[in-house]
């Protein structure tokens, strides 16, 4: 037969909560490492104490896993992410978030007590007023569900895009297949086929051309919209020094630091005339492509295609200084196997193309 025991408090120790004597230094410093405003959120209703640092919180990061339609329909009805995107999706994607970050602000209750939700003001606000409650906000990551630009299976697309006001530059990398082998390269660098670097006939006659033009304009379509919607929030926090728009899948990310924010409050936003979106500049291109590339970890890439852009006028020469501010440009754009597939992209022949404001 088992004995039992039990353990009871020395009456002689004191009552006294540890966790108070940790300065709110410390505090705050574990807040921003835990950077999720879900997370946050539940936070705000441990104690008074949590509820009065939260909001003195430096970094944040918002995920959204759905989006709720509220267009004569059910609020509570979530869009399908498998399902293919409405058209709409992404200007509806900033103003309705809120529902997504709200859910565990509503169950919130006061920490002074009473039945009263926490953040009862919240309730039909929009994404840049959630942000309202956090005072000195300077780092700030979004993740959206998916990529905006819609892709068959199997192709490959991604892109980076810094702004301030408008457009300062943007790296897409895309290719018309990846395979994935069952085997490993021994390689280190990735192994291109032989040529002298041209791109061969086909590529201007089979659409293969208008294929990455396509690519482009959507990428850079999805990036100033992205940049659009973020407006109020970028005008209600001076405090912000990066800001980071990306999605689930990787395809796309939209960068502002320190200066492109400066940029961004002093400058006025020109607006897309037919959309809810910032207006791209005219711009110039840097081509690249490779019919294959075999890369480390045992990916390959059919027509692989790098493009550089920037807005006319700025690192349009040839020269030696413009060609270094390219390579940084691409060089950290993407990380693990993809790098290594700019770098390789990198030495092969640059075709120039001019491309219109739009």
């Known amino acids: 037969m088992q004995s039992k025991s039990r353990i009871y ?27 999720d405003v879900r997370s946050l959120g539940r936070c705000l209703s441990v104690s008074k104490r949590f509820n009065s640092l939260v909001p003195l919180v430096h970094d944040i990061y918002v ?21 293919p995107k409405p058209r709409n999706l992404i200007s509806h994607l900033l103003k309705l978030m809120l529902f997504t970050i709200l859910k565990p602000f509503n169950n919130l209750q006061n920490p002074n007590g009473g039945s009263k939700p926490l953040l009862p003001q919240l309730s039909h606000h929009s994404p840049a007023q959630v942000l309202k409650n956090f005072a000195d906000v300077q780092n700030l990551k979004i993740e959206l ?10 192709v490959l697309l991604k892109w980076k895009a810094e702004f301030g006001s408008t457009l300062q530059s943007c790296v897409i990398l895309g290719g018309t297949r990846v395979d994935r082998k069952s085997f ?27 294929l990455r033009v396509v ?13 659009y919607l973020l407006r109020q929030i970028i005008k209600e926090h001076p405090t912000l020094k990066t800001l980071v728009l990306t999605d689930a ?15 961004f409050r ?35 890439i059919q027509g692989a295609t790098l493009v550089a852009i920037k807005p006319a006028g700025e690192g349009s020469s040839g020269s030696s200084s413009s060609r270094r501010e390219l390579e940084a440009l691409v060089g950290g754009a993407f990380d ?18 001019e491309m219109n404001g739009f």
């Open 249 to 263: 899948d990787g395809q796309g990310t939209l960068c502002m630091g320190e200066e492109q924010l400066k940029d």
């Open 215 to 227: 690519w482009t304009i959507s990428s850079l379509i999805a990036a100033s919209t992205r940049h």
């Open 9 to 35: 408090a020395d009456p002689f120790l004191s009552h006294e909560d540890h966790f108070d004597r940790i300065p709110d230094s410390l505090v705050l410093l574990i807040f921003n490492k835990l950077a």
């Open 184 to 210: 490993c390269s021994d390689q280190d660098s990735p192994v291109e086929d032989n040529n002298n670097g041209s791109m061969p006939e086909s590529f201007y006659t089979n659409g293969g051309l208008k």
């Open 336 to 353: 693990g196997p993809f790098r290594a597939a700019v770098k390789a992209l990198l030495k092969r022949r640059t075709y120039l193309l």
């Open 63 to 83: 995920k959204i896993d759905r989006v709720i339609t509220t267009d004569g329909g059910d609020p509570d009805e979530t869009f399908n992410l498998s399902s």
């Open 145 to 154: 569900p998916g990529g905006d630009v819609g892709v068959e299976d199997g």
């Open 266 to 300: 002093e400058k006025p936003l020109a607006a897309s005339a037919s959309s809810n979106r910032t207006q791209v500049p005219a711009s110039n291109m840097k081509l690249r492509y490779a019919p294959h590339l075999e890369l480390p970890g045992g990916i390959g």
